[in-house]
């Protein structure tokens, strides 16, 4: 009877500890409800570069924490037109409303060494490539 009893008191603790030791390595490996990590990269500044069809781009960016601001100029604009955007690790993405089209433009991709190469929605031929150098 003694040994039934050691056998069910050890099952019980390693049950405890393997639920607990799962628990705390699935919530250590969560991120935010939104997905969102620390920013590891600051993309104040000014940014220029090419789009895929030979477009050129210029961004002037603004963050705080994780939140950017700013304005976007390009070649095939009349104006220049604000951004909001936001960065989570190294990946900057934010959206210019009303330049082509009149309709919201979506922009995502990451940065690295001072380049950030991502694409950008809405366009006939769907995501197009642009890749922009910090100035």
């Not at 050890?10 to 409800?33: D, H, I, K, Q």
């Not at 961004?59 to 960065?87: K, P, R």
Request: proline share 1%; net charge negative.
């Amino acid at each position: 009877m003694k040994t039934k009893n050691k056998w069910w008191k050890l099952a019980r603790r390693t049950v405890v500890f393997a639920a607990t030791a799962s628990l705390v390595v699935g919530l250590s490996g969560c991120e935010s409800e939104e997905g969102d990590t620390e920013p590891s990269v600051d993309v104040t500044g000014m940014w220029s570069g090419l789009d895929a069809s030979g477009y050129s781009f210029s961004l002037s960016l603004t963050q705080y924490g994780s939140s950017v601001s700013g304005m976007m100029s390009a070649e095939n604009l009349v104006s220049d037109h604000n951004l909001q955007g936001s960065v989570s690790g190294n990946n900057l993405s934010f959206v210019v409303n009303g330049d082509f089209s009149n309709t919201a433009t979506k922009f995502s991709g990451a940065v690295v060494n001072d380049t950030w190469i991502g694409s950008a929605a809405h366009f006939d031929d769907g995501w197009r490539r642009i890749e922009l150098t910090r100035q």
